[in-house]
């Protein structure tokens, strides 16, 4: 069974960075044909794609986000990361690390809400 776990600072101020950490267990992140990605759904709104790094290493990003957004591993705790720069209260959300394979989502994180304010 395939868990992941989100972690990271629940505040962040307009302007910083936010840094989220998916930790993966049951399933190796560098397994072949997955994907993994960070998944939102600010207060009221539906759920948008950010972005995800992909068993190989290579990375895709939502165009509209695509110049704050990076995604990246770390293999060795079976780990991968989300950071959102320059975050202003619009990027206000509960954010989820998921698991795809074939253009589908099969398995999600609990959920992690970051609230942007000072």
């Known amino acids: 069974q395939v868990q992941l776990q989100e972690s990271g600072p629940g505040l962040v101020k307009p302007s910083q960075m936010l840094s989220l950490t998916c930790t993966v267990s049951?399933?190796?992140?560098?397994?072949?044909?997955?994907?993994w990605g960070w998944i939102r759904q600010p207060p009221g709104k539906g759920l948008e794609w950010m972005g995800a790094i992909v068993y190989d290493g290579r990375t895709y990003y939502s165009p509209s986000l695509k110049s704050r957004t990076s995604i990246s591993r770390d293999t060795s705790k079976n780990q991968f990361a989300l950071q959102l720069s320059s975050v202003t209260p619009e990027d206000t959300a509960v954010y989820y690390c998921?698991?795809?394979?074939?253009?589908?989502?099969?398995?999600w994180g609990q959920g992690t809400q970051v609230t942007v304010s000072s």
């Open positions: 049951g399933g190796s992140i560098t397994a072949s044909d997955y994907g």
């Open positions: 998921v698991r795809g394979y074939g253009g589908y989502i099969d398995y």
